[in-house]
């Protein structure tokens, strides 16, 4: 029989019970789905579009990291995640916002942004802690983000002024602060050092590297006004970008997570429950990439609390192998040098199908490799199609003459999608939009529905059932084309039974025909305000789908 293939007889029945796919390259349906209400839909599968949604309860743990080159989107998994974890297992988030690239979109979801440097935090500021424990945090935060390391003399002496400055203000080192006293900051910590200054050079140095922070920060360090607990619900950025340096916007991205792993510590051990918040660090190359940092803290013992955490960078070699390995999903983006690529192939040994289809992922496409609770011997790692994204919560305005109409993405592509658009015309107009800063004049758009084969007529009838009135419509589109067509356009559309207001209409395009003289003045003297927003006509109000500002 060897080498040939012999003819059995097998009953459909039995034909149907057979797994002809023994091995597809994705996990089993039970480990990718699951209810809504306990998961976060991600996107579907590449080979068997199987919808893929994450359920930290069927993970090792609930964090994750996310890597890919710049514009692979990251950023946009990131926002899709936690809006949706925030909607579905009601999740808080808390996002370290390094280059400023999610203060606009957290606003526009309603959540709160926090100004880093504008606003600030007292380094010393204990948060329910006890002085010897923040004095060891303020430590590894320095040794990791400055050379102080190299000079052991210096870090005794910074530590003991720390020490002193807090015993200055009344506390004890190793309780826990009661009462309303008030911390010491880095300031009385450099006054110490610069009274040793004179006996010890070593005293003179740190004391100067106390001195840079507090210059080059301009207060933020000292000045505590962002109230640290109300950072841990609901959806809030901690805008860093405005810090002048790498190294302060670490220093505050640190602090910030010491303060997190406090509160998480002082939270209640619920080993099984969903996360309630999810920490995240996009592109905190500082801190990700040092052992010592508490983003690694958090990923060790955050599940045992409900605390997740999300870091985004586009290398994974700047993110550290501890949390690397440990978390237990891994989000990879399209990679481009074969060195990052070695790198996530040796962490996580995944095949050479995954290796080839990583070369090919476009925007929004990723290799995903989860590490699940229970073992299983079914594929951990698959290509996920796309991630099926929340649009951007921005407004898109119809703009002109006195006209500020507001609609969300949805709304217009809908009344388009009714008006007769087709899904590739309505998709271009709204790209239009985004190219425009999400504004087009009225015209622009009744010239964008003229070219996709609707009359002019009809493009007016549809501005005004977006809200827009007679006159706004007027005043928008006389410039564009010839008046008086316009007007018997928007006219004719009004119907046969308004006749009276056709010759009111048509009287005022007579009254406001500039004659040439004032043409002449107007060219000679540019009108004084002409840049300055008309108040928005009370008379398109009451149409449907519009909001007016
Ligand atoms: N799944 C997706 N569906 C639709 N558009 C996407 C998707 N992912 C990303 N994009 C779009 O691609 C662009 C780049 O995405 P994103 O900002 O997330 O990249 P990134 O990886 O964070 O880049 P960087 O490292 O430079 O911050 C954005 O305009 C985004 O809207
Ligand atoms: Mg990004």
Not at 39 to 56: D, E, H, Q, R
Request: contains cysteine; aromatic residues 6%; hydrophobic residues 40%.
């Amino acid at each position: 029989m060897c080498g040939m293939l012999s003819a059995q007889q097998v009953l459909s029945g039995q034909m149907a019970g057979r797994n002809f796919l023994l091995r597809p390259p994705e996990p089993s349906p039970d480990l990718l789905l699951s209810p809504p209400a306990e998961s976060v839909y991600i996107g579907k599968t590449k080979c068997l579009a199987m919808p893929f949604f994450w359920n930290s309860k069927k993970l090792l743990n609930p964090h994750l990291c996310v890597v890919g080159t710049t514009g692979s989107g990251k950023s946009y998994f990131v926002k899709t995640f936690i809006t949706r974890a925030s909607l579905t297992i009601g999740a808080s988030a808390l996002i370290l916002d390094w280059a400023g690239e999610y203060s606009d979109w957290v606003r526009s979801a309603g959540g709160r942004v926090v100004s880093f440097g504008k606003q600030g935090i007292n380094l010393l500021d204990l948060a329910g802690g006890a002085p010897h424990a923040r004095m060891s945090q303020v430590m590894d935060s320095l040794r990791i983000l400055t050379d102080i390391s190299s000079s052991p003399a210096q870090c005794r002496l910074t530590e003991d002024a720390i020490e002193k400055a807090y015993v200055a203000a009344g506390f004890s080192m190793g309780r826990p602060a009661t009462g309303k006293r008030k911390p010491p900051t880095l300031e009385a910590v450099q006054r110490i050092l610069g009274h040793q200054a004179r006996k010890s050079a070593d005293a003179a140095e740190a004391a100067h590297r106390i001195k840079n922070l507090l210059l080059s920060s301009g207060g933020s360090f000292t000045t505590p006004t962002i109230p640290l607990s109300s950072l841990l619900s609901g959806l809030v950025c901690v805008d860093l970008h405005s810090l002048p340096t790498e190294t302060l916007r670490s220093l505050a991205g640190l602090s910030i997570l010491q303060f997190v792993k406090e509160r998480m510590r002082a939270s209640d051990y619920s080993p099984h429950a969903l996360p309630r918040l999810f920490v995240v660090v996009d592109e905190a190359w500082k801190i990700a990439a040092d052992e010592r940092s508490d983003v690694v803290s958090i990923v060790r013992e955050g599940r045992k609390y409900g605390f997740g955490l999300i870091v985004a960078s586009q290398s994974p070699t700047d993110i550290h192998k501890s949390i690397f390995s440990n978390a237990g999903t891994m989000m990879l983006f399209r990679l481009t040098h074969a060195s990052e690529r070695d790198y996530v192939r040796s962490s996580l040994a995944y095949s050479d199908f995954y290796e080839e289809e990583s070369h090919s992922l476009s925007v929004g496409q990723a290799l995903v490799h989860l590490e699940f609770s229970q073992p299983t011997s079914c594929p951990r790692a698959f290509v996920l199609r796309k991630v099926d994204g929340e649009e951007p919560l921005v407004a898109l305005h119809l703009r002109g003459g006195g006209m500020n109409l507001e609609f969300e993405r949805g709304e217009i592509s809908s009344r388009l999608l009714s008006f007769g658009l087709t899904d590739k015309q309505v998709s271009h107009l709204l790209s239009d939009f985004e190219r425009h800063s999400f504004s087009l004049e009225a015209s622009q758009f009744a010239s964008a529905l003229e070219r996709f084969g609707h009359s002019r007529a009809s493009a007016i009838s549809l501005l005004r059932e977006l809200g827009a009135s007679e006159r706004d419509l007027l005043s928008a589109l006389s410039s564009h084309g010839s008046k008086s067509s316009v007007a018997v356009a928007v006219l004719e559309e009004r119907g046969a039974g308004r006749q009276g207001s056709k010759r009111r209409l048509a009287g005022q395009i007579r009254a406001r025909k500039p004659s040439k003289a004032r043409t002449a003045a107007r060219q000679a003297k540019p009108r004084k305000g002409s840049s300055r927003r008309k108040k928005p006509s009370k008379r398109g109000k009451g149409s449907a789908g519009a909001r007016r500002r």
